[in-house]
């Protein structure tokens, strides 16, 4: 999901994904996978969306999926 800089902070984000869960609505189970260091996207889903931290890749604990040194496009220094 993304909302364009200038939609932010006026609830858009949570509207779009309210509208997702209803058209889904025989999902029981919902993940998402986001950066650490991106704060605003772990309030959004953790506090906002009801989301829970299950799971935290980093350099000592890898992403089992993850193929290069790299996470798509992180840094080094934050990966």
Same mark, same amino acid.
């Given at each position: 999901?993304?909302? $364009?800089? *200038? #939609?932010? *902070? #006026? ?10 869960? $209803? ?5 029981? /189970?919902?993940?998402?996978?986001? %950066?650490?260091?991106?704060?605003? @996207?772990?309030? +959004?889903? /953790? @506090?906002?969306?009801? +989301?829970?931290?299950?799971? +935290?890749? @980093?350099? $000592?604990?890898?992403? %089992? ?5 790299? #996470?798509?496009?992180? %840094? /080094?220094? *934050?990966?």
């Amino acid at each position: 999901m993304y909302v $364009k800089t *200038n #939609a932010q *902070n #006026a609830g858009n984000g949570f509207k779009i994904r309210n509208a997702i869960e $209803k058209l889904h609505s025989e999902t029981k /189970v919902w993940e998402t996978h986001t %950066p650490y260091y991106d704060k605003r @996207n772990i309030h +959004f889903y /953790v @506090n906002c969306c009801g +989301f829970k931290i299950v799971e +935290f890749f @980093n350099s $000592k604990h890898k992403d %089992p999926h993850q193929t290069g040194d790299t #996470a798509g496009n992180i %840094p /080094v220094e *934050n990966n």
